[in-house]
């Protein structure tokens, strides 16, 4: 699976957007980005998931670069609640050779503070 | 709840002892992995299960781990003659087929004295 770097931390005010960068320059064409987010003391939730085409649920947004080198997510209002770490991680979706595992980077502290 | 469940959420033994953690997925899903996570570290891959086989191993996991799934239900990872460089926390998770979406539990914290 291909790598992926994110800054190790950020900060946002409540409300306000929170837009997490992270790089996957080496992704290949059949690898997706997963982002998930470890709030203290919690195992790690999932968050979105996508390929090329920017997706949306009720937590995220994920918006994919064209030439899919890099993405960002978007938590459009944060709130206290959103500080976590947050994890890009890039691997095979599905089918025979889809990645058995998720390897996790250090991930971005999201700090939102009032 | 119908969550991920771990079980003991947190343990504190003397070095040599051995330790077991137990894990209970969600009902249905038939995969279910180990994971460790030192402070400040993100998860690392130790093993998975799809139902009661194991089918891989991280080179993380040495001769004194031993993880099971009898009958592709709950899972038990134990550690034998723990040492200092054990303490973490153990987490599990589990999904439904080759999904990259895996449902975590709280993690048992493992204290090495």
């Known amino acids: 699976d291909a790598k992926t770097t994110q800054p190790p931390s950020m900060d946002c005010a409540e409300g306000r957007a929170a837009n997490l960068p992270c790089n996957h320059s080496?992704?290949?064409?059949?690898?997706?980005v997963y982002w998930y987010r470890q709030i203290h003391s919690q195992g790690p939730q999932y968050i979105i998931h996508g390929l090329k085409n920017n997706e949306t649920n009720e937590m995220a947004s994920l918006i994919i670069t064209e030439d899919r080198k890099s993405s960002t997510l978007i938590l459009p209002h944060a709130t206290l609640r959103d500080t976590a770490v947050y994890y890009c991680i890039v691997r095979v979706a599905s089918g025979w050779n889809a990645g058995n595992m998720l390897t996790f980077g250090g991930g971005t502290r999201l700090m939102v503070k009032p | 709840d119908t969550g991920v469940s771990q079980n003991p959420r947190h343990k504190i033994t003397k070095r040599g002892q051995n330790v077991t953690f137990r894990c209970d997925p969600i009902s249905e899903h038939n995969r279910l992995y180990w994971y460790r996570q030192t402070l400040g570290q993100g998860p690392e891959f130790l093993t998975y299960f799809q139902n009661e086989a194991q089918l891989e191993k991280s080179r993380l996991l040495s001769d004194r781990f031993s993880a099971e799934r009898p009958k592709g239900s709950f899972s038990t990872l134990e550690i034998q003659r723990t040492e200092q460089g054990d303490s973490a926390m153990y987490l599990c998770?589990?999904?439904?087929?080759?999904?990259?979406?895996?449902?975590f539990g709280e993690g048992s914290r493992l204290t090495v004295l």
């Open positions: 998770a589990s999904s439904l087929g080759q999904t990259g979406e895996l449902f």
């Open positions: 080496t992704i290949s064409g059949n690898e997706y």
